[in-house]
């Protein structure tokens, strides 16, 4: 029998990671934290005489070289036109480098605290930030990076969960059954929909992922930049209840409108692209389960209740395809 695979950062300790940063020449004062992070691994790591750094290790096998370098230019183009994000530094004319098998690059340290999303001129401005980047995001698109659709996030999600056998027997027909109608809604609210713009995303863009200062907000995480719909980058920063929901899509759109018009056919893909992120991330986890950090992190994982519950969930989900998309206040 061959030896089970090392789990993805085997190898990779504190003092690898110190010796990773000096190989690109900065000189490590033997202070780190380990950022939280289960994608990648994540680490701000002291300079000597100067401020720490933040160091990021890419999971190996994920993204390849060219695809993690797009999203560095497309970060770079972001910052050349001055819109707050955190680009990789260039190191002897790289972004990205390798040491020992592992890929990584190197960040300035940023710091900020949580926006204030209920808060009208908070949801403006990030209104005003979102349309800016989409403006630069029209500007060419992604030859490296996937896009995010039915295909990629939704049937490649359920055919992986299926073959792999993550699915408890006896609930494969009810997840599998449930699991195909929430994607034949999901294809008519695209049809709905019609045919929109697809840009260059964040892709991921859900208040965890933005800091905000005095001086406004700036993005840190550009790792699940896809192709996409504007709206993919709207929806996680709506309020989960009903009530409040058309009065903050209505302040983002404000915003929005400043430096980008606001297709609303893309409303229809609300809760549609909402589906496809929920069978996303349950497949995300089961690839991954190999890493120590996912069994200790999400126990609840892959046990009955937690299957039954995904069931429900996308019941739930098939109902609110089916309803008028949300609009916003007037």
């Given at each position: 029998m061959s030896e089970p695979a090392a789990?993805?950062?085997?190898?990779?300790?504190?003092?690898?990671?110190?010796?990773?940063?000096?190989?690109?020449?900065?000189?490590?004062?033997?202070?780190?934290?380990?950022?939280?992070?289960?994608?990648?691994?994540?680490?701000?790591?002291?300079?000597?005489?100067?401020?720490?750094?933040?160091?990021?290790?890419?999971?190996?096998?994920?993204?390849?070289?060219?695809?993690?370098?797009?999203?560095?230019a497309f970060v770079r183009e972001l910052a050349e036109q001055?819109?707050?994000?955190?680009a990789a530094l260039e190191i002897?004319?790289?972004?990205?480098?390798?040491?020992?098998?592992?890929?990584?690059?190197?960040?300035?340290?940023?710091?900020?605290?949580?926006?204030?999303?209920?808060?009208?001129?908070?949801?403006?401005?990030?209104?005003?930030?979102?349309?800016?980047?989409?403006v630069v995001g029209t500007a060419k698109p992604f030859t490296e990076r996937p896009a995010l659709n039915?295909?990629?996030f939704g049937r490649a999600s359920r055919d992986w969960l299926l073959e792999h056998g993550f699915i408890p027997a006896d609930l494969k027909d009810a997840w599998t059954s449930t699991v195909d109608q929430a994607l034949?809604?999901?294809?008519?609210?695209?049809?709905?929909?019609?045919?929109?713009d697809l840009l260059r995303l964040h892709g991921d863009c859900h208040p965890g992922n933005v800091l905000w200062t005095d001086g406004g907000p700036h993005f840190v995480d550009f790792d699940d930049a896809r192709t996409g719909p504007a709206i993919q980058d709207f929806w996680m920063l709506l309020p989960g209840d009903a009530e409040n929901l058309p009065t903050a899509l209505k302040h983002l759109i404000t915003g929005y409108?400043?430096?980008?018009?606001?297709?609303?056919?893309?409303?229809?893909?609300?809760?549609?692209?909402?589906?496809?992120?929920?069978?996303?991330y349950s497949a995300w986890i089961a690839r991954r389960w190999d890493d120590p950090a996912f069994p200790a992190a999400f126990p609840w994982f892959n046990t009955p209740r937690y299957w039954q519950d995904r069931v429900l969930e996308l019941r739930e989900q098939v109902a609110l395809m089916q309803e008028a998309p949300v609009r916003p206040a007037r």
């Open positions: 789990p993805p950062y085997a190898g990779l300790t504190p003092e690898a990671v110190m010796d990773a940063v000096e190989s690109v020449g900065l000189r490590c004062d033997g202070r780190q934290l380990t950022l939280n992070s289960y994608e990648n691994r994540v680490y701000q790591v002291g300079i000597e005489d100067d401020v720490p750094v933040i160091a990021k290790f890419y999971r190996p096998g994920r993204w390849s070289d060219a695809q993690i370098l797009e999203e560095h001055e819109i707050p994000v955190v002897g004319d790289a972004s990205l480098h390798a040491y020992e098998g592992f890929r990584f690059s190197v960040f300035p340290r940023r710091g900020g605290r949580a926006p204030e999303l209920e808060d009208p001129e908070t949801l403006e401005w990030m209104g005003r930030f979102l349309g800016r980047i989409h039915p295909e990629t034949g809604a999901v294809a008519q609210c695209y049809e709905r929909a019609g045919s929109v409108e400043q430096f980008r018009d606001f297709d609303d056919r893309e409303l229809h893909l609300i809760e549609a692209l909402r589906t496809l992120r929920l069978l996303h």
